[in-house]
C-alpha cells in the first residue's frame, strides 16, 4: 500500500512538473512570436501606477497603461504591455519609469495577433519575467530527479549482497 501512495505521489509531481514547464514554455513561445506581428499605430488613453501590498508587507507597483488601436475598422481598447500576465516591477523596472514611456496622447506602435487582433502589445518578445517562469518547473523536475535516483539506488542496494560474516576467527 505504501507503494501506491508513494506512485501517486510521483505521478502528481510529474503532472505538475509537465504542466508548470508547457505553461512557461508557451508563453515564452508566443511572446518570441509576437515581434514578428503587424503593427498598427495606436494612441495611449491613460496611465496610473497601482500600488499593492506584498506578502512581505512591502508594496508592489503595477505599470498599467491603456490604449486604443484599429485594425480593419474595428476599434480594440487593451492594457497589455507584453505578453506573460501581469507586471509587478517590485524586481524589474520602476512602474513609474514605465508609464514616463507612454504619455497619454502619444502615439504608440501597437503589436497585434492577425488571427486574434484584440491580442496586442506595446513591447513585443520574451522579458525576464518570462524566462522566470520556467524555474518552478525545472524545479519539480529536479525533485523527479532525485525521486528516481533515489528507488534506483535503493534497487542497486537491495540486488547487492551484504558481505557475509564469519563466525570461524581464523
Not at 520556467?134 to 535516483?149: E, Q
Request: proline share 6%; glycine share 8%.
Amino acid at each position: 500500500m505504501k507503494y501506491v501512495a508513494a506512485i501517486l505521489v510521483f505521478v502528481f509531481i510529474l503532472y505538475l512538473a509537465f504542466s508548470v514547464t508547457m505553461s512557461g514554455v508557451a508563453v515564452l513561445f508566443e511572446a518570441s512570436r509576437s515581434k514578428s506581428w503587424p503593427t498598427v499605430e495606436g494612441t495611449v488613453t491613460e496611465t496610473r501606477v497601482d500600488r499593492s501590498r506584498n506578502p512581505k508587507g512591502g508594496t508592489d507597483e503595477s505599470p498599467v497603461v491603456r490604449y486604443r488601436y484599429e485594425v480593419d475598422g474595428k476599434t480594440y481598447h487593451r492594457g497589455k504591455l507584453s505578453l506573460g500576465g501581469a507586471v509587478t516591477t517590485s524586481w524589474f523596472e520602476s512602474a513609474p519609469s514605465v508609464i514616463a514611456r507612454y504619455a497619454v496622447g502619444k502615439p504608440v506602435t501597437v503589436y497585434y495577433d492577425r488571427q486574434h487582433p484584440e491580442t496586442a502589445v506595446l513591447e513585443p518578445g520574451t522579458t525576464a519575467r518570462m524566462w522566470a517562469t520556467l524555474w518552478p518547473g525545472a524545479l519539480f523536475w529536479f525533485v523527479i530527479a532525485v525521486c528516481v535516483m533515489s528507488v534506483r539506488r535503493g534497487m542497486i542496494d537491495a540486488s547487492v549482497p551484504s558481505p557475509k560474516t564469519s563466525s570461524d576467527p581464523n
